[in-house]
Nanobody
Framework: QVQLVESGGGLVQAGGSLRLSCAAS????????MGWFRQAPGKEREFVAA????????SYSDSIKGRFTISRDNAKNTQYLQMNSLKPEDTAVYYC????????????????WGQGTQVTVSS
């Protein structure tokens, strides 16, 4: 079983930065992808970014591209989302997710999910 635990959320002012972390435990035996999704109240869960664990290939949503950076530390079995130039529109619960195979922007394509961490950006 794979378990994902997010951390690093908080309250920041517009223009500020946060770094989210997602620690993974379990035994994935195939090449897999980890990513981030976010969901604001009353809105659908949307793709943010993803990274292929072995190759390091990344994929980003157009809404955050250039501001957020996804990375991973294989030794720590942890992925990160560095969020810069945060906007109030970025306010949401951010979820870590994982799947086997290539990067994907479709939430339904991810098998494992963390509990989420709240990111609030004030104006």
């Amino acid at each position: 079983q794979v378990q994902l635990v997010e951390s690093g959320g908080g309250l920041v002012q517009a223009g500020g930065s946060l770094r989210l972390s997602c620690a993974a435990s379990g035994r994935p035996f195939n090449s897999w992808t980890m990513g981030w999704f976010r969901q604001a109240p009353g809105k659908e869960r949307e793709f943010v970014a993803a990274i292929n664990w072995s190759a390091g290939s990344t994929s980003y949503s157009d809404s955050i591209k250039g501001r957020f950076t996804i990375s991973r530390d294989n030794a720590k079995n942890t992925q990160y989302l560095q969020m810069n130039s945060l906007k109030p529109e970025d306010t949401a619960v951010y979820y870590c997710a994982a799947r086997w195979g290539a990067t994907s922007s479709v939430a339904g394509g991810y098998r494992y999910w963390g509990q989420g961490t709240q990111v609030t950006v004030s104006s």
